[in-house]
């Protein structure tokens, strides 16, 4: 296959780009570098299968030649990002995904949509299956991505209905791994980096509310069986294996082998206005239709990160 992946300079769309190369298809990288990386894809620059173009997809976008599939992983993912660029986040939603599915439309090729767990906002049940509706604010902070993804889904489902295009929707839980980056604002890359620098890893609240972390590797196999699939409707793809904050916290000071103590803040700013207090997908779906569930453990996921940004954090 020809492969389109949007934001591929990105954490995960660099890791996408590795896979489908890895398999033996032919990949368009496209990133307008906001939040992407060059040094992430360096390693493709000059692969025979592998061309860059440098692109904002709010944009109209041409792609010379055929295309096989569309992934649209292009958007700003964490707090940090998406309050810095409400807007371009709200665009890349909104007209990346009206783009990309357009181009998909025009060269008749499947199109995966990178959707999130941030669709059902700060949940009333827990697991979330994809059946639930979402608890979302609209209006507050985090609206700018939340709503953003909701409407790339509905506009996904639109495409797929009114015009017959093959659509996927992945619906990714936290994920974490090598390429993120240290200031990033996610958790992740937030505890350790404080970890190797022996600063305090600082919790919100009382580090009760709960996440569900998956290693990128798990979620690279998810998308790539999906897009595989024949399943329209949007699938969750994610670790269950709920944890609050705190053992999080404590997980990371253990593996980094850190110094480090737990300082509980309480956050006053708009980074975590709505953060949700439950996360953890239910993924009997994934499980049926994909034959799919997680394979890394965390420590053996977190052994991995840790040791990429020790490597960062030592250089000078």
Not at 238 to 264: C, H, K, W, Y
């Amino acid at each position: 296959m020809r492969v389109l992946i949007t934001g591929a300079a990105g954490f995960l769309g660099s890791h996408l780009s590795d896979r489908f190369i890895s398999e033996g298809h032919q990949v368009v990288g496209m990133d307008n570098l906001i939040t992407g990386n060059m040094d992430n894809i360096a390693h493709l620059i000059g692969h025979e299968r592998f061309d860059f173009i440098k692109h904002d997809v709010s944009n109209y976008i041409y792609i010379a030649g055929p295309v096989d599939a569309v992934l649209h992983f292009a958007s700003p993912a964490s707090p940090n990002d998406y309050l810095e660029y409400p807007i371009p986040t709200l665009k890349v939603g909104s007209l990346g995904t009206h783009n990309t599915l357009g181009l998909a439309k025009a060269k008749n090729a499947r199109y995966l949509l990178a959707s999130t767990s941030e669709v059902y906002g700060d949940p009333q049940v827990n697991p979330q299956p994809e059946t639930y509706w979402g608890h979302v604010n609209p209006i507050g902070p985090r609206g700018v991505y939340d709503e953003a993804k909701r409407f790339a889904e509905a506009m996904t489902m639109a495409y797929h209905r009114y015009h017959g295009l093959e659509t996927r929707i992945v619906r990714i839980f936290n994920t974490y791994g090598p390429r993120m980056r240290l200031n990033d604002g996610r958790v992740v890359p937030n505890f350790i980096r404080q970890a190797l620098l022996g600063e305090p890893l600082t919790v919100y609240g009382d580090g009760m509310q709960t996440r569900a972390f998956q290693y990128y590797t798990d979620l690279v196999e998810g998308i790539y069986r999906l897009l595989a699939s024949d399943e329209a409707l949007p699938v969750n793809i994610g670790n269950p294996n709920e944890m609050t904050i705190l053992q999080f916290a404590e997980a990371v000071v253990e593996i980094a082998d850190s110094p480090s103590r737990i300082e509980f803040v309480q956050p006053e700013d708009e980074r975590v206005k709505d953060d949700p207090k439950q996360r953890r997908p239910d993924i009997s779906k994934a499980r049926e239709l994909l034959g799919w569930e997680p394979q890394i453990d965390l420590a053996d996921g977190l052994a991995k990160t840790i040791a990429f940004f020790r490597d960062k954090t030592e250089r000078p």
